[in-house]
């Protein structure tokens, strides 16, 4: 297979792709349509009906006039041989014959006819049955389609909703995670003060002798500034 081969392939997929993808989503509509259709072909099929059985009347009709001839004319043969009219009983002979064969291909019309117009009107009551049962699986489908849409709908709503309390928690989250770092703040700020304050009250205590205190330059220096111990030790 060729490039072209194939770009053409593609071609032809593509669009039988969105052909189909068109008429998934327009189901209802084309389904709509193909109904109404139907129901056009089915008056159709009515008129035709109608047509039909009115022919079939008027060649009944007119079989029966030949009928009628036929028995009048047969009438007559019996009375011209009486009269010794042959020939003349020879052409209403000729007349019966050909009243015989129209009335036998009328017959057969008419035969015809009622068979035709028998099978017509079997199909169009199963036509009626079909579409009947079409419209009302439609207006199941359509009820069923107008369902899911709502459901969508609150599915969406839903999910909309949910994300914004995803949102709103994770607010609520950071906001409590500031507030803990604020506090824990404010608890080391207070804790320095308290150690800041402490050292400045033992710095106090001890000036006052107090509490032991570290010594001093001048006490250190007094001390090697006493006289020596026996030992010759410093105390």
Do not use: C, W
């Not at 032809?12 to 072909?41: F, H, K, M, Y």
């Not at 009328?106 to 036509?127: H, V």
Request: charged share 25%.
């Amino acid at each position: 297979m060729t490039i072209f081969d194939k770009l053409f392939t593609l071609v032809r997929g593509t669009a039988t792709e969105a052909g189909q993808s068109i008429v998934d989503a327009n189901a209802l509509t084309i389904l709509d349509q193909e109904i109404r259709d139907a129901d056009n072909a089915l008056r159709a099929s009515r008129v035709d009906l109608t047509k039909l059985m009115a022919e079939r009347t008027v060649t009944h009709s007119k079989l029966l006039d030949k009928q009628a001839k036929l028995q009048e004319n047969n009438s007559y043969i019996p009375q011209l041989l009486a009269k010794n009219q042959r020939d003349l009983a020879l052409e209403v002979s000729g007349k019966i014959a050909a009243l015989e064969g129209d009335i036998a291909q009328d017959q057969k019309t008419i035969g015809d006819m009622d068979a035709n117009i028998a099978k017509l009107q079997a199909s169009i009551k199963q036509a009626e049955m079909t579409i009947d049962r079409l419209k009302r699986q439609v207006d199941t489908v359509k009820a069923t389609a107008s369902v899911q849409r709502a459901q969508e709908a609150i599915a969406a709503k839903a999910s909309g909703s949910n994300a914004r309390l995803r949102t709103a928690v994770d607010s609520l989250d950071r906001i409590k995670e500031q507030q803990a770092l604020k506090s824990a703040q404010i608890d080391a700020a207070n804790q320095l003060d308290s150690q800041a304050n402490g050292g400045e009250l033992e710095q106090k205590l001890q000036a006052a002798g107090i509490v032991p205190g570290g010594q001093a330059a001048e006490d250190i220096l007094a001390r090697f500034e006493k006289p020596a111990s026996p030992t010759g030790n410093p105390s």
